[in-house]
């Protein structure tokens, strides 16, 4: 059975203070690694597809790499706007999604 | 362009009606999924459907719950008999099939409360 590990739970940083989440995963056959944000009271909006390990995307203040068992998003010199919570999710031999219960990240200004 | 939407936003009903929400996908995408994500839980799938196939119902939680999509557009999520156990934020994606990648476009969500 797929699953995704994600840590910590919770993670809070100044302004400026970079950092790494962390997603272990376990998956039969990986098609696709996603990261995704998501802001309360609303859906999950996309950010990276990784699809083999050695693989990095980048995105302004963000950074997603790829290893076999797990994969990081740095975030580098956040801003109180990064403040969200990071989910994690897995595509393997069927059409769905397993995702991780999600990184909560507070940035204070 | 539009993105995925959902409807309504936030249903509040009483335990043992039936509710209905609605996802309308972004205009291109054949295949459309349904998830669930209840308090402190990560997002659960539900059910898949692309084109004229049949869906993939294989994480539907119980036989009270059923969903079609009619004309390969608009779905419909259907949970009969409600319990409070079903409150969770309802979310629909859709994805292009055309090409080589597999991400899924998320819609806001319909919150359900189940009083």
């Known amino acids: 059975e797929d699953q995704v590990t994600q840590s910590p739970e919770a993670l809070r940083l100044q302004e400026g203070e970079s950092s790494s989440l962390n997603c272990s995963y376990t998956?039969?056959?990986?098609?696709?690694l996603f990261w995704y944000r998501q802001d309360p009271g609303k859906g999950p909006e996309f950010l990276f597809t990784?699809?083999?390990a050695g693989e990095e995307k980048e995105k302004e203040r963000l950074k997603a790499t790829l290893t076999k068992k797990e994969s990081f998003l740095h975030i580098t010199a956040p801003k109180p706007e990064d403040s969200a919570t990071y989910l994690c999710?897995?595509?393997?031999?069927?059409?769905?999604?397993?995702f991780g219960k999600g990184t909560k990240l507070t940035v204070n200004p | 362009g539009a993105g995925v939407s959902q409807s309504p936003s936030n249903k509040v009903t009483e335990k043992g009606k039936d509710v209905e929400l609605r996802c309308d996908p972004i205009?291109?995408?054949?295949?459309l999924y349904w998830y669930r994500q209840s308090l402190g839980q990560g997002l659960e799938f539900l059910i898949y459907f692309q084109g004229n196939s049949a869906p993939d119902k294989s994480g539907l939680p119980s036989d009270r719950f059923s969903a079609e999509r009619t004309g390969g557009s608009v779905s419909t999520l259907t949970i009969q008999r409600t319990q409070q156990e079903d409150s969770a934020v309802y979310l629909c994606a859709s994805r292009y099939s055309g090409g080589a990648s597999y991400e899924q476009y998320f819609g806001p969500g319909t919150r359900l409360t189940v009083t």
């Open positions: 999710a897995v595509q393997g031999g069927s059409e769905k999604l397993v």
């Open positions: 998956v039969s056959g990986l098609r696709g």
């Open positions: 205009s291109g995408h054949t295949a």
């Open positions: 990784l699809y083999s």
